[in-house]
């Protein structure tokens, strides 16, 4: 049972904290009011004016009575009730109306009407409480007269329930106000170190952060930025370690091939320079695998656009490019084109066409590359994001790298808040399935 209204209340309650918050400081206040509203209503205002409506009907009845048993001093005792109780009284033989003036969900026309059935009786009154702004119009039906009266509004209605209501909402409006700006100054830190969590996390290197708010917030904040610190520290760490490494093997291997060069036995420098070339394409491939993090400012880039260089760089007439949208995003440019040139090069070289197809949703933006080659078996497919794992019966280990492509590629999307899935394509080869956010 609690399991099940706990659940109705997460899926009803706001989901962000300040609407949270917000309902913690204002639902106190607003069934609070709620309630002194109803208790006045029930205990003051309605017994009130049953009272003041009473007395009035009262007093109609009196001047009824007092007229029917002596008409002769009529001018007398209607002056009396206008000089001393404001009432306009009128004694005629006009016809009594048939239909009813009074508002049916009035509090004031209900009271009033109560009062005067009960004094003089079904279809012998009629009154009108909206004819006229500041009295209130009540017909008494005689035997062959109508008397008319004209009294003001305050006789029935407690006039000071407008300030009542006006005391208590405007407080309650204001002391709300108050509340939805602090609760915005407490929650804006939480918000900014949410929006900087989310940047850093894809990629982004946040120099303009500032810890603020409460003493609780501030500490967290400040702690992430030094961690943030530490982990941008770490990164240029490696890669200036690892370009120092490419530097100081770069040369001896340059030594090895001038004296390759001049090795007269051709069958054994040929076989020793293409080790060579492969150790310095694998050294090749480790840096660009550690550099995926390096230092790029993150900026708006167009995807159609890096497409098209990447589809002009190549000149393959194996490559179709179909881009159906424009898609502008926050990203690292060098990083995205990195990125699809290596999912595009491995389908050119494993297969006859490789087909790119480009769609955009409501807020992200997928990109397909099919091929039309062997295809990878699909207990295979969490393998091959990887570091360093090559297949070896699908794709030829004569054909791959040393397995980085798709692992450098996994890392790029994902720093860019995306994620890649491998499947079965159309065309009988490998479709590779990108997914940006705006």
């Known amino acids: 049972m609690f399991f099940g209204l706990n659940k109705f209340l997460k899926i009803i309650l706001p989901k962000r904290l300040f609407y949270r918050a917000l309902i913690i400081v204002a639902a106190p206040t607003i069934i609070l009011q709620i309630i002194i509203t109803i208790v006045f209503y029930d205990s003051i205002w309605i017994k009130a004016n049953k009272n003041i409506t ?22 007398f005792f209607t002056d009396s009730y206008k000089n001393n ?9 006009n016809v009594f109306p048939n239909t009813s003036g009074e508002r049916k969900f009035s509090p004031m026309d209900r009271s009033l009407r109560r009062e005067l059935k009960s004094a003089f009786g079904n279809n012998k009154y009629w009154f009108s409480t909206s004819k006229f702004k500041n009295a209130v119009e009540i017909k008494i039906k005689l035997d062959n007269e109508v008397i008319e009266f004209l009294v003001p509004k305050e006789m029935i209605s407690a006039s000071s329930v407008r300030l009542f209501v006006l005391w208590t909402t405007v407080p309650s409006i204001a002391l709300i106000l108050i509340a939805l700006i602090f609760l915005k100054n407490q929650t804006r830190p939480l918000v900014k170190l949410a929006k900087a969590a989310e940047r850093f996390g894809k990629g982004n290197y946040i120099n303009d952060f500032r810890p603020s708010g409460a003493a609780e917030i501030r500490k967290a904040a400040y702690e992430f930025d030094r961690m943030a610190k530490r982990i941008n520290r770490h990164l240029n760490q490696r890669s200036e370690m690892l370009s120092g490494i490419s530097h100081d093997l770069r040369t001896p291997l340059t030594r090895l091939k001038l004296q ?8 054994i420098s040929e076989k020793m320079s293409r080790d060579i070339d492969e150790m310095e394409k694998m050294l090749n491939d480790y840096l660009q695998f550690a550099k995926t993090q390096a230092q790029e400012e993150t900026a708006r880039v167009d ?4 497409l098209s260089e990447i589809e002009k760089d190549l000149n393959s007439e194996k490559l179709n490019l179909e881009i159906l949208a424009n898609a502008m995003l926050n990203g690292r440019y060098s990083a995205l084109k990195r990125c699809f040139e290596n999912v595009i090069q491995n389908g050119l070289i494993y297969g006859e066409n490789v087909f790119v197809n480009m769609q955009t949703g409501s807020n992200r933006v997928v990109i397909t590359v099919e091929d039309d080659g062997p295809g990878i078996p699909e207990d295979q497919f969490k393998n091959v994001f990887k570091p360093f794992f090559r297949l070896d019966k699908s794709r030829s280990l004569n054909k791959s790298g040393v397995g980085l492509g798709m692992a450098i590629v996994e ?14 394509s159309k065309y009988k080869g490998l479709m590779v399935k990108i997914s940006l956010p705006f």
């Open 85 to 93: 109780f404001n009432f306009e009284i009128d004694i005629n033989q």
């Open 303 to 306: 995807l159609s656009k890096i």
């Open 411 to 424: 890392d790029i999307i994902n720093s860019h808040g995306g994620n890649v899935q491998l499947g079965k």
């Open 54 to 75: 009473r007395s009035l009907v009262s007093q109609l009845k009196t001047i009824q009575e007092v007229y029917l048993n002596n008409k002769d001093n009529l001018e």
């Open 260 to 267: 390759l060069a001049m090795i007269k036995e051709k069958s």
